[in-house]
């Protein structure tokens, strides 16, 4: 597993940062504990701000 940073692309603001296996694991894992099923389940104006996760060296 990797630390991940998950970013809101349109603003750079930081929203989730902890450890997941890739990417999707870690935007699914934001997504769960904003209270969500998974990414997916996010309102479409979060997913719309295109957050991106990437590892943190």
Known sequence: MSIFEVRQQ???AVLWTGSACDAASAL????????????????EDI???????RPIP
């Open 28 to 43: 699914d894992a934001m997504a769960r504990e904003a209270g969500y099923t998974d990414f997916q389940a996010l309102p």
């Open 10 to 12: 349109t603003n750079g």
């Open 47 to 53: 997913r719309a701000a295109h957050p991106v996760a």
